[in-house]
């Protein structure tokens, strides 16, 4: 990738299902990008997602994994984003009847509609004709917007919710373990839902907890691999409180672990307890060097030797 610094106004870029958007391309580092684009600021949409980078230059977002790159690119105000030459900026009544005019399926969903069989969204915040297209998104191959949202009940042998939770480093926390099989979680956990992926989907496969206040995500097996703590009044390792209540923050958990004797390793909105499994992120980076930010989730897996490496805080 070269340098590339065009003004909205100059912009015009064609979307490539399954390839990318204009200069942006699917797979791309987080590294490239930063290159490729500038100055920008990271944060989390939710407290176990990946980070999302937010451009100054060419107005995008763009979310990164660690494995496979870049797999989701958000324009808003997509003027001069087009799809098969249809302009995808302007008022959706517009928008719709070019696309139609020039042979593009366009499916409704819940915040707006969906062409090239998920891989491209248009959304709105409005249902009336004369609304404007509000942002556009592409998704790489895997990551297309199918499959549909599930609600289950609580498990047969789940308990009253948890206020506070106690993390087994390597092994789980609660009475959640890593390794269980989802049927086994569900059975033990309160009711919750899940995305329901179409085949050949590559988004983690995960339940959300509601009551439990937990997101637990299945490798392959439908094995829990990763547990997130996403709010309790505590979430205790050693009797230190990983997760406390704002005014205090990550600078002060930092503080209490190393004096624990804690080996600690820093990441990009986050710290990891060395070889333990369990990482501590905040929604964002610190902007200043005193990286006091509230504690947004605790995360639990396996321990590794190398699970410094993912500069997100999460695989």
């Known amino acids: 990738m070269t340098a590339y610094d065009p003004g909205v106004s100059e912009r015009s870029w064609e ?3 399954g390839c990318g958007v204009g200069p942006l391309r699917f797979g791309a580092s987080r590294a490239e990008l930063h290159a490729l684009l500038g100055s920008h600021r990271a944060f989390r949409r939710s407290p176990a997602s990946d980070l999302t980078d937010q451009y100054e230059t060419g107005m995008v977002m763009l979310t990164c994994s660690d494995d496979e790159g870049l797999h989701l690119i958000e324009i808003p105000d997509p003027d001069g ?10 008022t959706v009544m517009t928008v719709l009847s070019d696309l139609r005019a020039a042979g593009i399926e366009v499916t409704a969903d819940d915040s707006g509609w969906l062409l090239a069989d998920g891989a491209v969204g248009l959304y709105t915040s409005s249902s009336e004709q004369d609304a404007q297209v509000e942002v556009v998104t592409a998704v790489g191959p895997g990551h297309e917007m199918r499959g549909q949202i599930v609600f289950f009940e609580a498990g047969a042998d789940a308990m009253p919710t948890m206020s506070s939770y106690v993390v087994t480093p390597g092994a789980g926390v609660g009475p959640v373990m890593l390794g269980q099989h989802r049927d086994e979680v569900r059975r033990r956990l309160n009711g919750g839902l ?3 992926h179409a085949a050949g989907s590559r988004e983690p496969v995960e339940d959300s907890f509601r009551d439990d206040r937990l997101v637990v995500r299945y490798g392959p097996g439908l094995l829990a691999d990763r547990i997130f703590v996403t709010k309790a009044d505590a979430v205790l390792l050693n009797g230190i409180n990983l997760m406390p209540a704002y005014p205090l923050t990550i600078e002060d958990v930092r503080q209490l672990l190393a004096q624990a004797g804690h080996p600690l390793i820093e990441l990009e909105a986050a710290i ?12 964002r980076p610190s902007p200043s060097s005193d ?5 947004a989730c605790v995360a639990i897996s396996a321990r590794t030797a190398s699970s410094g490496a993912s500069q997100a805080g999460l695989w």
């Open 15 to 17: 979307i490539e299902p």
């Open 81 to 90: 984003v087009h799809y098969f030459g249809v302009q995808l900026g302007g």
């Open 194 to 196: 899940c995305w329901q």
């Open 272 to 283: 990891e307890i060395a070889d333990a499994g369990v990482q501590i992120l905040t929604m």
């Open 291 to 295: 990286g006091r930010l509230p504690v």
